[in-house]
């Protein structure tokens, strides 16, 4: 295999550079992130590449022409950018598995880009949150090369699976799913925190125990306040995304642009520092009544 290279070393690049770091074949395992470039985060992130065992370079072409397998991990409004920037640096035969969040439409404009350059392009559709299965996390692939690079990370230990070698599908069974579960967030967020200021939410709850009874709802509202306030801007940059994926099956995204905008909603007060100093285990009330103290007064 030789050197895998990392576009993006936030949460997800650090999961897979650690993880693959050590795999059979793997040469080694660089990075490529604009954060390396931005004196404000430059001597973190570096300090954390070079404890990880993880060469830091320093330009995207510097990336692309040492690596043989080149995976694009940033958010989804740069998917289409990054896939830009880096084809005419691509090695001839190599591949670039894009683990980003987009539309068909999207990817399939990804792929014209890096194809060209006479590497491969895949697409992944990465079907879970990572953090808690690390580079096992279930992912679907597709594209001429998503069979053969789905056999390669099966050696490894990843739970990869080809679904189509046609640009799409993936992503398609992705950005569907996510319409659903960044769906159910923006509506747990917005009812839980609703019936919290009326006073009814032990009345509310119960009722949601009783039509889905396999669902702890006060577990499950506490994770998904956590992850939308931890993530939100990059939950609304995927939701416009499946918003796109919407439109390109000829519909109307009403629901896919509401989610969205909660999400970018619940992002913009966490960066206004509404959930500042909440503990990791905070309950869902505990979020709940950080956005209550800041809303207008009802009338």
């Known amino acids: 295999m030789g050197s895998i290279g990392l576009i993006g070393y936030g949460e997800v690049g650090k999961i897979f550079s650690a993880g693959l770091r050590t795999k059979a074949g793997v040469q080694g395992v660089a990075a490529w992130d604009l954060k390396f470039a931005d004196p404000a985060q430059r001597t973190k992130e570096l300090a954390h590449a070079h404890d990880a065992g993880v060469t830091a370079q320093p330009s995207m072409q510097a990336l692309c022409e040492g690596c043989n397998l080149v995976i694009s991990a940033v958010t989804a409004s740069n998917t289409l950018a990054v896939a830009r920037e880096a084809a005419p640096f691509m090695q001839p035969g190599a591949t670039f598995l894009d683990l980003n969040s987009a539309s068909p439409g999207t990817k399939q404009q990804a792929a014209a880009l890096i ?12 079907m879970t949150s990572v953090p808690p299965y690390g580079i096992k996390v279930p992912m ?3 594209g001429a090369k998503a069979h053969e690079l789905a056999a390669l990370l099966a ?18 069974i992705k950005m569907c799913r ?5 769906g159910l967030e923006a509506l747990v967020i917005e009812s ?14 119960p009722t949601l125990a009783e039509t ?43 629901m896919g642009r509401a989610i ?40």
């Open 115 to 126: 194809d060209a350059s006479g590497a491969h392009y895949v697409e992944a559709g990465v």
């Open 140 to 142: 679907l692939l597709g």
């Open 155 to 172: 050696q490894w230990g990843l739970d990869a699976k080809a679904v189509s070698s046609e640009l799409g599908v993936a992503s398609a």
């Open 178 to 182: 996510s319409i659903m579960i960044k």
């Open 192 to 205: 839980y925190t609703t019936a919290r200021e009326y006073g009814v939410e032990d009345h509310v709850l």
């Open 212 to 254: 889905f009874p396999s669902i702890d709802w006060h577990k499950q509202g506490a994770y998904f306040f956590s992850r939308v306030v931890q993530h939100g801007k990059r939950r609304a940059e995927e939701m416009r995304e499946a918003a796109n994926t919407v439109n390109e099956a000829g519909f109307e995204p009403f």
């Open 260 to 299: 969205a905008d909660k999400q970018q909603w619940v992002a913009d007060q966490t960066a206004g520092g509404v959930f500042k100093d909440l503990p990791k285990d905070a309950r869902w009330q505990d979020y709940a009544d950080r956005l209550i103290a800041t809303r207008s007064p009802r009338g």
